[in-house]
Antibody, heavy 122, light 108 residues
Framework: EVQLLESGGGLVHPGGSLRLSCAAS????????MSWVRQAPGKGLEWVSA????????YYSDSVKGRFTMTRHNPLSTVDLQMNSLRVEDTAIYYC????????????????WGQGTLVTVS | DIQMTQSPSSLSASVGDRVTITCRAS??????LNWYQQKPGKAPKLLIY???SLQRGVPSRFSGSGTGTSFTLTISGLQPDDFATYYC??????????FGGGTKVDIK
């Protein structure tokens, strides 16, 4: 059974930093692109970032490019999201998600989601 | 960026009703369209991928159709467990992925 467990959320002041982590299990981790998707309180879903299975390619939405960095450590089956220069509008639940198949570098959609971790910038 | 527009934003329906949700893309996305269901306080769940393929384990009362710029999610015979918010998502412009604004289905 695929499991994704996020951690690292919390309260941070504008301009501050936070690092989220996601521990994955139940699948051959290093073959699958992974993504972070966020949801502001009472709002819809927004794709934030993705990383290829090898970790050599990363992708970001325009809203976080230059401020967020996604990395992965395949031997430990973890992905991280380093968030710098945080803004009030980054307040959201952040979900760790898995691509449903080995698509090489690119994420396409998400067949597994973690429970989410709340980031509050205030 | 490809914009995804869902309609309606909310609807009220009764158990047993046939429900249709529409998703439109700002440009053609072929069949790179996926649907999710989200219940309050829970993570989204994948229902449909590739516009019309049912994710394993999803009840057959859910179906998807469409291609190009216009897509629909249909629930044939709404069940109590189906009251939730539904989102479409395009993957045509991967890795830049975008979601629709959501459609909330509640009890009439």
């Amino acid at each position: 059974e695929v499991q994704l467990l996020e951690s690292g959320g919390g309260l941070v002041h504008p301009g501050g930093s936070l690092r989220l982590s996601c521990a994955a299990s139940g699948f051959n981790f290093n073959r699958y692109p992974m993504s972070w998707v966020r949801q502001a309180p009472g709002k819809g879903l927004e794709w934030v970032s993705a990383i290829s299975g090898s970790g050599t390619s990363t992708y970001y939405s325009d809203s976080v490019k230059g401020r967020f960095t996604m990395t992965r450590h395949n031997p430990l089956s973890t992905v991280d999201l380093q968030m710098n220069s945080l803004r009030v509008e980054d307040t959201a639940i952040y979900y760790c998600t898995k691509n449903p198949y080995d698509s090489g570098d690119l994420p396409y959609y998400f067949d597994s989601w973690g429970q989410g971790t709340l980031v509050t910038v205030s | 960026d490809i914009q995804m527009t869902q309609s309606p934003s909310s609807l009220s329906a009764s158990v047993g009703d046939r429900v249709t949700i529409t998703c439109r893309a700002s440009q053609t996305i072929d069949d790179y369209l996926n649907w999710y269901q989200q219940k309050p306080g829970k993570a989204p769940k994948l229902l449909i991928y590739g516009a019309s393929s049912l994710q394993r384990g999803v009840p057959s009362r859910f179906s998807g159709s469409g291609t190009g710029t216009s897509f629909t999610l249909t629930i044939s015979g709404l069940q109590p467990d189906d009251f939730a918010t539904y989102y479409c998502q395009q993957s045509y412009s991967a890795p830049q992925l975008t979601f629709g604004g959501g459609t909330k289905v509640d009890i009439k």
